[in-house]
């Protein structure tokens, strides 16, 4: 039977005042064109590095992967901790060797590396490495050549989902040499972007000699630093059925889902942090949960928004975006199931008007409410395919 389509769309509205909190290669705030006019950005990329440094706190070491070009030195140090009467030189081997055989290629080390590293970042769980080295120690303690297949199945989520790891289950992972082990990701982040007209600024500052003579006055560095001030709308949608999938176990799912909303929410690329502190949280939050598909709202904000006189501009942007739900929901019958609001500064309030439960004004209440939609869903889920 088809697994039931389930989506959490979350959409964010974010003031962010002076800041370069994700720079292009000239070291510019990123922008991009949309609406006919340059609007602030900032990258999927950039925003999900930052949603994975804030798991850290929120989740078990054993539930996040590792984004590496040393793979062969972590397989290692396992091999070794298990087996101390293996050499560090046998041990790497017998790493590379297995990581061999899964598809990936390892590269020849060179005179300074003790071990050979992959030509490319590799994302690999911690339950995925312990099992490569004992699969490469039992290979080695029977005499015989390391099975392509067994290696190869490890790092197969579809065969193993239960060794994935929850950020590799969200984010995905691409492997160049073999990509059958490749895995789709369950969450879709989209570039945060301004909702108005983007106004780049330069910031012109000196820096004294604490230790120049006496009669050399001025300053010992002149310099600028680019920066904006911006709202953003930030959206990503999570493909409950697909993360399902990847985990291989409900109860990760869910673990998995609540750090994701939650870490969505709260982080914050870390670009230029020490000169601007904009540590900013989200003016408003909509979570809503769709059994249709996902959809963005970006387009409420086509139209830059522009605030004139004593006009504010929160109050504009909420405006637009309920606006666009609306006219989305009439012309395509895509109304979510379910629509939870978190409204946090003046202006934001007639976002309210969205919720099915006015009650969720908080995140937790948000989290929860969430977590018993999600679980209705497994149990409903579990029901349909008996």
Known sequence: MKTKPF????????????????????????????????????SSQAWKSAIRKEFRSMLDTDDLGLRTKYVVDSIAKRIHSERLDISEDD???????????????????????????????????PQQIVKLAELAL???????????????????????PALNSIDIALFGRMVTDAPELNVDASVQVAHALGVGKASQEFDYFTAMDDCSPKDNAGAGMISTTEFMSSTLYRYATIDIAHLNQNLGSTDAAMRAIQAFIKAFITSMPSGKQNSFANRT??????????????????????????????????SLTCDALIHQEKMLDEAFGVEPDKTFVICAAPGAEGLSSLATDQKSSNMDAVLNNVNECVKDYFDQSSIDGE
């Open 281 to 314: 949280l989200p003016s408003a939050v909509v979570v809503q949960l769709r059994s249709t598909q996902p959809v963005s709202l970006v387009n409420a904000f086509e139209k830059p928004i522009r605030a004139t006189n004593n006009e504010n501009e929160l």
């Open 91 to 125: 041990a790497i081997k017998l790493a590379s060797n297995v990581l061999g055989a899964t598809g990936v290629k390892v590269e020849k080390k060179k005179d300074t590396d003790k071990s050979g590293k992959t030509g490319y970042l590799v994302f690999i769980s």
């Open 138 to 160: 039992r290979s080695d303690d029977e005499g015989k050549k390391i099975s392509n297949k067994e290696a190869k199945a490890i790092l197969d989520v579809k065969k193993n």
């Open 7 to 42: 989506y959490i769309d979350m959409h964010v509205i974010q003031t962010v005042p002076p800041s370069n909190i994700n720079r292009d290669d000239t070291g510019s705030p990123k922008t991009a064109r949309f609406g006919g006019v340059v609007r602030a950005r900032v």
